[in-house]
T-cell receptor, first 111, second 112 residues
Framework: DVKVTQSSRYLVKRTGEKVFLECVQDMDHENMFWYRQDPGLGLRLIYFSYDVKMKEKGDIPEGYSVSREKKERFSLILESASTNQTSMYLCASSDNRDRVYFGAGTRLSVL | QKEVEQNSGPLSVPEGAIASLNCTYS??????FFWYRQYSGKSPELIMSIYSNGDKEDGRFTAQLNKASQYVSLLIRDSQPSDSATYLC????????????FGKGTKLTVNP
């Protein structure tokens, strides 16, 4: 079974902190994604990566950056966390342009 | 216009009925369409994918695609209480892009 592992299920951070959300997949997938999910707004794509060191902006990249130094790991970085970044963050990966596998999610609260 | 739009719901059907979920998309060159199910507090999971016009059946689920109308739907026959979840329509936008865009989802409740 494909496994997408997010490093934390719950995180509480302070405004202005630099926050790292880590995601690891174990199936040698080319593509990895970061989404955030908010009530009434659905799943929104922040960034995605189709290869090591390659990244593309999604629909809401402002305030975020990403890093993909190794194929299996895709990190989401909040340079200076703000309260409007309080959300559920979902990492996902895919290979054959068909099935996308999601991690369990990280619920981030920024106080 | 948002790229992927779904009925806002919520949708409530009795057990055994047919649940019909609808989705429209704006990118005419999209070729890949998906339905995901998300239980409360869980991550989305893929239940159907469809690439060609027409119907695709998998057990109690039927996905329907009409590219001319830019419309994709999901029918759930003999609905069960365990089908109660939020259903997300997703579209891989653009001809060669990996970008997968989701609708806001429709919450389905199946009443025993």
């Amino acid at each position: 079974d494909v496994k997408v592992t997010q490093s934390s299920r719950y995180l509480v951070k302070r405004t202005g902190e630099k926050v790292f959300l880590e995601c690891v997949q174990d199936m040698d997938h080319e593509n990895m994604f970061w989404y955030r999910q908010d009530p009434g707004l659905g799943l929104r794509l922040i960034y995605f990566s189709y290869d090591v060191k390659m990244k593309e902006k999604g629909d809401i990249p402002e305030g975020y950056s990403v890093s993909r130094e190794k194929k299996e790991r895709f990190s989401l970085i909040l340079e200076s966390a703000s309260t409007n970044q309080t959300s559920m963050y979902l990492c996902a990966s895919s290979d054959n342009r068909d099935r996308v596998y999601f991690g369990a999610g990280t619920r981030l609260s920024v106080l | 216009q948002k790229e992927v739009e779904q009925n806002s719901g919520p949708l409530s059907v009795p057990e055994g009925a047919i649940a019909s979920l609808n989705c429209t998309y704006s990118d005419r060159v999209s070729q890949s369409f998906f339905w995901y199910r998300q239980y409360s507090g869980k991550s989305p999971e893929l239940i159907m994918s469809i690439y060609s016009n027409g119907d695709k059946e998998d057990g109690r689920f039927t996905a329907q695609l009409n590219k001319a109308s830019q419309y994709v739907s999901l029918l759930i026959r003999d609905s069960q209480p365990s089908d109660s979840a939020t259903y997300l329509c997703a579209v891989r936008v653009g001809g060669g892009s990996e970008k997968l865009v989701f609708g806001k989802g429709t919450k389905l409740t199946v009443n025993p």
